[in-house]
């Protein structure tokens, strides 16, 4: 008999759970709260309580192709950075053709996960949701936990003295939807992540003035990398992963801070990091650079007080007449239907193995799928995540004991705090092919590139100086897609062809090029074998 698996939330991470478990085998059942599919990627004019909320104009900082799932590649007419309608659109396509729908159980809200009393031996558990005002107790065999962590506002309005005589408007960036009503007002934006750096961006196309409040700076990034490719299919190779894992760590901080700023100084425009030799996600905005650059932008210190109409930075410096503050201050998270015993947030921190399994329960029948911030997409992250998850749910993979599970947790937890600091953005903070590697050893499923370069050398050099998409862990191992090759080999063709709308001759520049570079030789070979007769 089948055993059975609640997904809890129908976003990315549920969608792609549901797959892992039919794909196993297992007979899943998803308590999705809303109407309808597709989580934090679904806009809505309205915010939500219990829901995540984004804003109109948001777009991916990941590309198609190292965003897609692993064995359905998003189709090569979609654009390379999707707008979040367009990534909605994905999903939908990905629910149909694997029939997940049928699985999902919507407006039905988990109020309460509890073990059941024979824990110890069965490891089950009993699932009590409520829909339509009618409460219901189910018995799983196993949890995944896929609710996300941009639901509760971070807004800590005490560390503004004044913000209670603060005459204008103040709000966290979960409310913000559109510019529209903002036109002609003095708005400051407090952080500098993501959402700060859009927000500002939009906003100060039609705000009389836009400030940017930053306590330590960041690094900032194009979506455009090298010869106009997205930027993640440049920087996150295996080759570029081993660089920065053998080479001393002051070369790797100061690699990263020549690549950084590459595009413009950022001393130059006040965004340089406080620490600039943490690995902190850098911010994705195309725009912001442009908008400093014509004034429309200001970046200003911390806040250090409010007066009715005011803001006072460290600095000194005072804004006056600001009418409204956007609080781009992040997130914190919690379980409500979680008891504490069983995953318990401190700090904006859970113990978890791997950043899925609680170390101390008797059976490992709960995991949690998308806790976790990588620097790189989260899509393939939660993928591995849920395959990994659903093998040990099947008794195919096991976990070490407690004592080894606390020591990797305590391990892990000193490792992120030394590469990306101890800021509460960065808690769920980890390297991108390390842990994705990780994860695919766990199931069998990460390539073996010595094998491969005997037996398919084309393909070797591909998956190790090419782009580390999730195509490369469906080559091998459980779940083999025959399709992953080609996926791999065709990936060019497919950032490429969105952007090829306009019908061009074919041009002959590359063969002239090419010639005036071999005449260009040959003049320098024989200039110098003219001044040599000249002695």
Not at 14 to 21: M, P, R, T, Y
Not at 171 to 177: I, L, Q, T, W
Not at 507 to 528: E, T, Y
């Amino acid at each position: 008999m089948a055993k059975k698996v609640v997904v809890i939330g129908a976003g990315v991470s549920g969608l792609i759970s549901l797959k892992c478990c039919v794909d196993e085998g297992l007979e899943p059942t998803c308590f999705e709260r809303t109407e309808d599919i597709g989580g934090l990627w679904r806009f809505k004019e309205n915010v939500e309580d219990g829901r995540a909320s984004i804003y109109r104009s948001v777009i991916t900082n990941t590309s198609k192709e190292m965003s897609c799932f692993s064995d359905f590649p998003m189709p090569e007419d979609f654009p390379n950075f999707l707008h979040n309608s367009k990534l909605l659109e994905y999903f939908r396509i990905f629910a149909k053709k694997f029939d997940l729908l049928k699985y999902i159980q919507f407006q039905t809200t988990v109020i309460s996960v509890k073990k059941r009393p024979d824990f110890a031996s069965s490891g089950q558990w009993e699932v009590y949701t409520q829909s339509n005002g009618k409460e219901q107790r189910t018995v799983f065999d196993a949890v995944m936990v896929c609710s996300g962590h941009h639901i509760q506002p971070h807004l800590p309005l005490k560390s503004f003295p004044g913000i209670e005589r603060f005459r204008g408007q103040y709000f966290h960036s979960r409310d913000y939807k559109h510019p529209v009503g903002f036109e002609g007002k003095r708005i400051l934006v407090v952080g500098i992540g993501n959402s700060a750096a859009d927000i500002a961006s939009e906003l100060s196309k039609t705000a009389a003035q836009v400030f940017v409040s930053t306590r330590h700076g960041s690094w900032v990034m194009s979506r455009i990398s090298e010869d106009g490719y997205p930027w993640d299919m440049v920087f996150h190779t295996r080759f570029s992963s081993m660089l920065r894992n053998v080479l001393p760590r002051t070369v790797v901080k100061w690699m990263m801070e020549q690549q950084m700023n590459r595009w413009f100084n950022h001393e130059n425009y006040g965004l340089v990091p406080q620490n600039k030799y943490l690995m902190k996600e850098p911010v994705l905005n195309d725009d912001l650079p442009s908008r400093l650059l014509y004034g429309a932008i200001k970046v200003k210190t911390r806040v250090k007080e409010l007066t009715e109409t005011a803001v006072v930075f460290e600095d000194g410096t005072v804004e006056e007449d600001v009418d409204i503050i956007v609080f781009a201050t992040g997130y914190t998270f919690s379980f409500s239907f979680l008891e504490d015993s069983l995953v318990k947030v401190e700090d904006n921190r859970v113990s978890l193995y791997k950043a899925m399994f609680p170390p101390h329960l008797e059976k490992p029948t709960l995991a949690c799928i998308g806790l976790i911030q990588p620097l790189g997409s989260i899509f393939p992250t939660v993928e591995l995540q849920a395959r990994w998850a659903t093998r040990v749910f099947k008794g195919l993979c096991s976990l070490p004991s407690e004592t080894t599970m606390m020591a990797d947790i305590v391990e892990r937890n000193e490792k992120r705090i030394d590469l990306f600091g101890k800021s509460q953005s960065q808690i769920l903070q980890t390297n991108y092919v390390d842990y994705l590697d990780e994860l695919a050893l766990e199931i069998g499923a990460k390539p073996d590139f010595v094998s491969l370069l005997f037996k398919d050398p084309k393909l070797a050099v591909k998956l190790y100086f090419g782009p580390c998409n999730s195509y490369q862990y469906r080559l091998v191992g459980p779940g083999q897609w025959e399709g992953a090759r080609n996926a791999i080999l065709t990936q060019k063709q497919r950032i490429l062809k969105p952007l090829k709308t306009r019908t061009l001759q074919s041009s002959d520049s590359a063969p002239v090029s090419f010639l005036l570079k071999i005449l260009g030789l040959l003049a320098i070979v024989l200039a110098f074998f003219f001044q040599l007769q000249g002695f």
